[in-house]
């Protein structure tokens, strides 16, 4: 069931690990709009709340877990090194990479 109350939304978005951001930035909302009508600092309207609340439910959870960050920040040095013409970096011997 799709909650339609501003807190039972920001909680059921904090359950599923789903950033209000995500949600803004997906509709082609202010955030920051947004995070006030979830916090219940402004009304926000039926309309909005039922947009938000379908978003929600259709998304999948957004957070990386660490090690995805991790592999990230990888690949960028990888890349860095690659544009120097640095082959002998550790980046290129990481098993990780293998999987």
């Not at 202010?30 to 998304?59: F, K, Q, T, Y």
Request: aromatic letters at 8%; hydrophobic letters at 35%.
């Amino acid at each position: 069931m799709i909650p339609r109350d501003p807190e039972s939304i920001r909680q059921y978005l904090l359950r599923r690990r789903i950033s209000s951001w995500s949600i803004a930035r997906r509709l082609e909302i202010d955030h920051s709009h947004l995070h006030r009508v979830l916090m219940g600092e402004r009304p926000g309207s039926p309309a909005l709340l039922r947009s938000v609340a379908e978003m929600a439910e259709s998304m999948k959870r957004r957070r990386p877990n660490q090690t995805n960050v991790d592999r990230l920040i990888d690949a960028a040095a990888h890349v860095f090194f690659i544009k120097r013409g640095c082959f002998d970096s550790e980046v290129f011997n990481d098993p990780t990479w293998k999987s």
